[in-house]
């Protein structure tokens, strides 16, 4: 409800002011990704289809890009009438990206099916975690899967019970509960930098630790000069 | 992973993931894993790693939605930490501070956005950044943003400036200003269409040595195609004699 209720906001969003732009990407890209991510049903040419869900984190990605970028056009953002909520607004340029995209390539049958079951109506709560602690880690049922998981869950554990006590609290705060910033700031008395630099600290601690532990394995580094020929200054 | 190639790109990948890549990388990175299935499996590897960090979390963790945001709205800072020694660092800082406070021009109206070049703050729709490129060890280029402080030019170097447009496509033209007052064509009516990233602007440019000592202004004017708006960009940045740096 943020458009509507704020017209502040709504006003400096039509403007395409950056930073009424970033609040509402923040207010909603986790319910695109939920919905992106969940998939939904729709019709073309008189058949029942069904997008079964961005194919990975790599495609749902460029799927959330691709839609705050449409959505964040002038012509988007001057269409938006600021009645109807938001959420609507963008769900509906969501999926119709989607079935754009279907049509544009519809014998690329990985991400579609076709089937006789009736049409549904789109599940915007979908793509949310089911298990509220372990969300998209939860038992899936194919035991491959679900044995990685738990390891995978084990070796958080491992890495977040050897930190030191300062930063297993703002892991706790951060990444379990995931607060802003400024609460955490609140509770602990740090500053939002020395907040925001043992997040990142953490991450790249926890990398290292994936990676001593053999998670990342099987790649070859190289650090030779690639980036400079892949963007075609030289 | 059979070839080097790939195993240059799973540590792009890895960069990705510390928050070490941004911008043109991070694009170069995304156009390659989206046509590379090897690497788009690795980048799922890393992703995962990167969820269990946030167990409760639904479709997008909170990392996954700052990348995608700084491709939407540009990163505000430099992505890689700088490796030089503490005291270099401190010196170089105090160096192009005391030349921006000098040379700096009146501040426009701040929205509280400051593009990634680093220059005075700015509206939301368009940024300017600045790359110098010159031969580094070994033969390879060394690629320096001019919108971290303290880095300088010097005659030879090759300047490669990129724009990005949030909404809207634009004609950019850029000069650079000399300690002479001096103007210098650098781009003439270059395109970047809307939504464009760290879009090329002409070609490299390089640094003549008929160019004088001090401070050298790269002053770039986005004209908006659709509404015939102009919006200007400004990087100041020092150039000096070789082997003064």
């Given at each position: ?126 793509g949310e975690a089911t298990d509220p602690v372990l969300g998209h880690f ?40 995931e607060l802003e910033h400024k609460d955490i700031a609140d509770r602990t ?46 | ?245």
């Amino acid at each position: 409800m943020l458009l509507t209720e704020d017209r502040d906001l709504l006003d400096r969003f039509r403007k395409g002011e950056r930073r009424a732009l970033e609040r509402v990407y923040q207010a909603y890209a986790p319910a695109i990704a939920g919905f992106l991510r969940a998939g939904f049903s729709f019709n073309s040419a008189g058949r029942s289809c069904r997008f079964k869900g961005a194919r990975s984190q790599f495609d749902l990605e460029d799927r959330v890009h691709d839609v705050f970028s449409k959505a964040f056009a002038e012509n988007a953002r001057l269409g938006y009438d600021g009645l109807t909520p938001y959420k609507t607004y963008l769900f509906t340029i969501a999926r119709n990206l989607v079935i754009d995209d279907f049509r544009r390539k519809e014998h690329a049958l990985v991400e579609f099916s076709i089937d006789e079951s009736p049409l549904e109506q789109p599940d915007q709560s979908r793509g949310e975690a089911t298990d509220p602690v372990l969300g998209h880690f939860a038992p899936s049922g194919d035991p491959q899967k679900d044995n990685e998981s738990a390891q995978l869950l084990s070796l958080v554990r491992a890495f977040v019970d050897a930190l030191p006590e300062r930063e297993r609290e703002i892991y706790g705060l951060r990444f379990e509960q995931e607060l802003e910033h400024k609460d955490i700031a609140d509770r602990t008395g740090l500053s939002p930098s020395k907040i925001k630099t043992s997040e990142n600290r953490i991450r790249s601690q926890f990398f290292d630790f994936m990676k001593r532990h053999g998670y990342f394995t099987g790649y070859v580094q190289d650090r030779r000069g690639w980036l400079s020929r892949a963007l075609g200054l030289v | 992973m059979q070839s080097t190639d790939h195993g240059r790109w799973h540590q792009a990948i890895e960069r990705h993931f510390r928050g070490e890549l941004s911008g043109e990388r991070a694009s170069e990175l995304r156009d390659h894993v989206r046509g590379c299935s090897s690497c788009e499996l690795v980048y799922e590897r890393w992703s995962r790693a990167e969820r269990a960090l946030f167990p409760a979390s639904g479709a997008l963790d909170p990392f996954a939605q700052q990348r995608i945001g700084e491709r939407l709205f540009g990163a505000t800072a430099p992505a890689r930490p700088s490796v030089r020694p503490v005291w270099i660092g401190a010196a170089l800082a105090l160096s192009a501070a005391l030349v921006l406070f000098v040379a700096r021009p009146a501040p426009v109206e701040d929205d509280g956005f400051r593009a990634r070049s680093g220059g005075e703050a700015v509206s939301s729709q368009v940024t300017l950044r600045a790359l110098r490129i010159r031969a580094g060890a070994g033969g390879q280029p060394s690629i320096a943003d001019l919108g971290v402080a303290g880095t300088t030019i010097t005659a030879g170097d090759r300047l490669k400036l990129l724009g990005s447009s949030l909404v809207a496509p634009q004609r950019v033209e850029a000069h650079a200003i000399t300690s002479d007052g001096a103007r210098h064509e650098l781009v003439a009516g270059a395109p970047v269409a809307a939504g464009a990233e760290d879009q090329g602007l002409g070609s490299t440019f390089v640094v003549p040595a008929s160019w004088p000592e001090g401070p050298v202004k790269i002053e770039a004017t986005f004209h908006g195609d659709a509404d015939g708006t102009a919006e200007r960009r400004l990087l100041e940045v020092e150039l000096v004699k070789v082997g003064t740096e």
